[in-house]
């Protein structure tokens, strides 16, 4: 039976593969990090490896490079499968570790099928290890674009932060004014007022209202 073995650190997005690739007859291999990942691909060799790309420890780039460098795992085809995927900053890298495909999630059951059908049905290309000088270039660049974008993530989150604070301080002014005015209104008016609550037990009631009942207005309430 064709074997996959699926490389993500996030349990749920292992499930789904397992789900997927199960229901279409693959064997399902997991594996959480990238050392793990690398003992099952040098002890099972399956015929396919899905991996995510940014992951604690060794990431996805990392992960290929390691077994690019191995002569017994160099050939086995790598899938990307990843929510943070760029053209523009990755696909030097991903062309230069022979990765054959790029999947972005969320992605659907069939996307997923047809990506591993199409590279299973290609012959297995041995992808050359990329020149460790070239390699660490690549990666930073692509780590400090995926920083940049974190931090630019980072400030819109705190700019959105700081405008419901800023209207949360105006609601507070505002309820503020409203009760003093409305304070003012019921001491000032030639009127008793009372304020009831659901039970009709008195809260609050004027100094005026109190006189006309004869009673101070603590004891009243």
Excluded at 37 to 54: F, G, K, N, Q, Y
Excluded at 136 to 151: S, T
Aim: glycine residues 4%; hydrophobic residues 45%.
């Amino acid at each position: 039976m064709t074997s996959v073995l699926v490389l993500d650190d996030l349990a749920t997005d292992r499930e789904l593969m397992r789900v997927v690739l199960g229901y279409a007859g693959y064997a399902v291999l997991e594996a959480a990090t990238g050392a793990e990942a690398l003992a099952l691909a040098r002890s099972e060799r399956p015929d396919l490896i899905i991996a995510d790309v940014l992951m604690p420890q060794m990431d996805g780039y990392e992960f290929v490079q390691e077994l690019r460098g191995d002569p017994d795992t160099a050939a086995i085809p790598v899938i990307f499968c990843t929510a943070t995927y760029d053209v523009t900053e990755v696909h030097a890298l991903v062309e230069a570790c022979g990765v054959s495909r790029v999947l972005v999630k969320p992605v659907e059951p069939e996307e997923i099928i047809g990506a591993v059908s199409h590279v299973l049905g290609t012959t297995p290309q041995v992808a050359p290890a990329v020149a460790a000088e070239d390699f660490a270039r690549e990666h930073q660049r692509v780590l400090n674009a995926k920083l940049l974008a974190k931090v630019e993530e980072l400030e819109r989150v705190n700019a959105e932060q700081q405008r419901l604070h800023e209207e949360l301080l105006r609601a507070q002014r505002q309820t503020e004014e409203s009760l003093i005015l409305l304070e003012t209104l019921q001491e000032t008016a030639p009127v008793g007022i009372a304020f009831v609550d659901r039970e009709l037990h008195v809260q609050h009631l004027n100094e005026k209202l109190a006189m006309m009942r004869g009673v101070r207005r603590e004891d009243a309430i």
